[in-house]
């Protein structure tokens, strides 16, 4: 069965880069992938030089030996590629919505505050955060631990860990990725779904 043939235009040249480019992203030569697909390394070869046309079960093939799937091998840019964040400007925050998986959220925040260093006024909850630091010093707290961030460093913890998040020595502002787990649990604590661990409520 044919899914495309070479007339097809844009995505058809689109989808033979890609099969070129995530092969030598695997440091795979054209016999190792036409080996992992069962294809002939001159199939394969015409395949991703545009002289053969694209057959949908080679596509499922291809896609499979390349760790991907179909739906990504064909997948077009949309429209919306760019999008603006929500600011709290009263919070000193910005949110995206990660749209592959809206439960997600990316924030960037500033903070000026310590964290608390009594665990019982931490936060804890299911879910898993990601973060950077932009600029200045964090210190993130998990338990009776105490890390301290400089710019472009990063952590990742799992959110049933008891922990806050605040600035050391001035303000700091940070990049966090929150999975959605991570994102109801700040909703559940009174946060809005754009807050970072809470920084000290003194």
Do not use: Y
């Not at 394969?44 to 091998?73: F, H, K, M, P, W």
């Not at 932009?134 to 049933?160: C, D, K, W, Y």
Request: aromatic share 2%; proline share 5%; glycine share 8%.
């Amino acid at each position: 069965m044919l899914l495309m043939t070479q007339d097809d235009g844009d995505l058809d040249g689109l989808v033979r880069k890609r099969l070129r480019a995530l092969r030598v992203a695997q440091g795979w030569s054209l016999e190792e992938l036409a080996s992992r697909a069962h294809l002939s390394q001159s199939s394969l070869s015409r395949i991703e030089n545009g002289q053969r046309r694209l057959a949908l079960d080679q596509l499922v093939t291809l896609a499979r030996a390349l760790d991907t799937t179909l739906d990504q091998l064909v997948e077009t840019a949309a429209d919306d590629v760019v999008t603006s964040p929500t600011v709290d400007s009263a919070h000193g925050r910005m949110r995206w919505t990660v749209k592959a998986d809206p439960g997600m959220s990316v924030v960037r925040q500033r903070m000026t505050e310590p964290p608390p260093d009594n665990p019982a006024r931490m936060r804890a909850h299911p879910g898993r955060e990601w973060l950077v630091v932009l600029s200045g010093t964090a210190v993130l707290m998990l338990g009776h631990r105490r890390f301290r961030l400089e710019t472009n460093q990063a952590a990742e913890f799992p959110t049933m860990m008891p922990h806050a998040i605040g600035a050391e020595g001035g303000p700091c502002e940070i990049m966090g990725i929150f999975d959605r787990d991570a994102r109801r649990g700040h909703q559940r604590d009174g946060d809005d779904d754009t807050g970072l661990a809470a920084p000290s409520r003194r």
